[in-house]
C-alpha cells in the first residue's frame, strides 16, 4: 500500500505546494467558524463530541505508531511521544476529557506557537494523500482548533500565572529531553540538531543559539499573547456586565 508504506518518491511533501495551501486555507476556515460559532458551542450538549475527538486523536497517534513499527522504523531516538507538539497532543487529550484549567493554560501557548508554527512550516517528508500526511496535520490541526474552543466557546483564558506556569513546565521538561537525546542518540526538541527539511529554526541562528531564541521567542510571545488575550477579555466581561 503505497500510502502506507515507507517509501516516499511519490508522495515528497514540499512546503507551500498546492496541498499544503489547501490544509492551511481549511486549518484557517475551520478557525472562522469555531469563532463565529461560538456562542452555540456553549453547553454540555458538546461533550460527545469533544469524547469523539479525544478517541479519534488517541486512534490516529496509535496508528502512527503502528506505521512505524510495521515499516521498521519506530525507534527510541525518535518516535517516543517527547516533542513539543507530542507533548501538546498528550495535554489536548487530557484537557478533553478532564476539561481541567491548569492543562488548558499549558495547552494554550504550547498549541498556538507549536502547533501553529508546525502546520505553516512543517517538517515533514511525505505528502497527499499518504497518511502521514493526514496524521501529521490532522493531529496539529486539532490541538489548535481544540484550544481556540475552549478559549472561545468555554471562556478558558491564560493569566499571567499561565506564563510563568509554562516557563516552568519548559524548562523541567528541557533537562529530562536532553537526559533521553543522549541516552537514545536522539533529536527530540531538535536540541541536537535542526531538522533536514526548511524550517522557521532556519531564521533563529546556526547551534546552539536558535535554542535559546526559540526559548527567549516563546517566553516573549506568550506575554504579548497574554496582554493581548487579557484586554479582550477585560473587555467582553463588560459587555457582559453591561448586558446583565
Keep these: 500500500m503505497g500510502w502506507f508504506g515507507l517509501d516516499n518518491t511519490s ?4 512546503m507551500f505546494s498546492r496541498s499544503h495551501f489547501v490544509v492551511l486555507a481549511l486549518f484557517f476556515l475551520t478557525i472562522a467558524v469555531i469563532y463565529l460559532y461560538r456562542e452555540k458551542m456553549k453547553g454540555d450538549k458538546w461533550r460527545s463530541v469533544e469524547i469523539g475527538v479525544t478517541f479519534t486523536l488517541i ?62 512550516t512543517p517538517a515533514l517528508t511525505y505528502d497527499f494523500p499518504h497518511f502521514r500526511f493526514f496524521h501529521f496535520f490532522f ?73 535559546f531564541s526559540l526559548e527567549s521567542l516563546l517566553i516573549a510571545s506568550s506575554v504579548i499573547s497574554w496582554l493581548i488575550i487579557r484586554k479582550r477579555e477585560k473587555s467582553h466581561l463588560k459587555r457582559s456586565q453591561a448586558e446583565y
Excluded at 65 to 92: D, F
Aim: net charge positive.
Design 11 to 14: 508522495f515528497d511533501f514540499d
Design 59 to 120: 486512534l490516529i497517534e496509535v496508528i502512527n505508531h503502528v506505521w512505524m513499527y510495521m515499516n521498521g522504523i519506530w525507534k527510541l531516538g525518535r518516535s517516543m511521544p517527547l516533542e513539543l507538539c507530542n507533548i501538546g497532543l498528550i495535554l489536548c487529550v487530557i484537557l478533553l476529557l478532564t476539561r481541567k484549567k491548569v492543562v488548558f493554560e499549558l495547552l494554550f501557548f504550547i498549541s498556538l506557537f507549536g502547533a501553529t508554527q508546525a502546520i505553516i
Design 139 to 211: 493531529a496539529h490541526m486539532m490541538i489548535v482548533w481544540v484550544t481556540l474552543y475552549f478559549t472561545w466557546a468555554k471562556g478558558y483564558y491564560p493569566t499571567f500565572r499561565s506564563v510563568i506556569k509554562l516557563i516552568v513546565f519548559i524548562n523541567l521538561l528541557l533537562p529530562v529531553i536532553l537526559f533521553v537525546n543522549k541516552r537514545v542518540e536522539g533529536n527530540y526538541w531538535f536540541l541536537r540538531h535542526k531538522p533536514e527539511t526548511r524550517s522557521f529554526l532556519d531564521v533563529l541562528g546556526p547551534y546552539p543559539w536558535y535554542i
